[in-house]
């Protein structure tokens, strides 16, 4: 299943400010898609699970670390804010470069992403929102598919993905992009 637009309109990020704060949307290429109703208990513990092993492990580490709903702002060139047209929200992010955020949030490509796929969002996420992070430049991007208790790992090399690498929720997993980083799936209470 894939995320209802909001309409047929081209929207920018100026547009996406005057947006009523009670119903969440993403900005992909102008198109304005409806964020799904808070997500299943599972999908918050493995997102509130990863985030609480990498903010410990980015401690001392120019990092940081967030989780949704925090705006990610993905320019094509040097357009100004407004002009923007592709603003999304990631499960978890990390970013490197600290000169990209800003008081809401950030512009540019976190290095690091990672998407607890549902049934509501799973196309949405592994076609329309992946396509994206690729053509910004995100390095690393972690699709997590708790039902096959399985991740599919994308890393940018010469600016696309390619065939993602599969692996099983068990034991570490490493962040290929940011030294000294891993997931320890054993540490996930999956039922």
């Known amino acids: 299943m894939s995320l209802a637009k909001r309409d047929t309109a ?19 290429d102008g198109a304005a898609y409806l964020m799904s ?6 999908h918050q513990e493995i997102v509130g699970e990863i985030y609480f092993q990498v903010r410990i492990a980015l401690e001392r580490k120019p990092c940081r ?4 709903p925090f705006d990610v702002r993905l ?5 100004a804010d407004e002009q923007v047209d592709t603003v999304v929200q ?10 990209k955020l800003d008081e809401r ?6 290095d690091w992403i990672v998407e607890v796929l549902s049934q509501a969002t799973a196309v949405h996420d592994q076609t329309i929102k992946l396509a994206a992070y690729e053509r910004a ?13 399985a991740v599919s790992v994308y890393r940018l090399h010469d600016r696309v993905f390619g065939r993602p690498a599969i692996h099983e929720m068990k034991g570490f ?14 540490r996930m209470k999956l039922q």
């Not at 670390?65 to 949704?68: C, E, G, K, S």
Request: hydrophobic share 45%; with cysteine.
């Open 75 to 79: 320019p094509r060139a040097d357009e």
């Open 65 to 68: 670390a967030y989780v949704a």
């Open 37 to 42: 109703p808070a997500p299943l208990r599972v």
């Open 173 to 186: 997993l490493a962040v290929a992009v940011i030294a000294d980083l891993r997931v320890d799936w054993d």
């Open 90 to 99: 990631p499960d978890m992010l990390v970013v490197c470069d600290e000169s």
């Open 137 to 149: 430049g995100v390095r690393e991007v972690w699709l997590v598919h708790p039902a096959d208790r």
């Open 10 to 28: 081209y929207h920018t990020y100026a547009e996406y400010l005057s947006w009523p704060a009670d119903t969440r949307y993403e900005l992909i």
């Open 105 to 110: 949030g950030m512009r540019g490509a976190p």
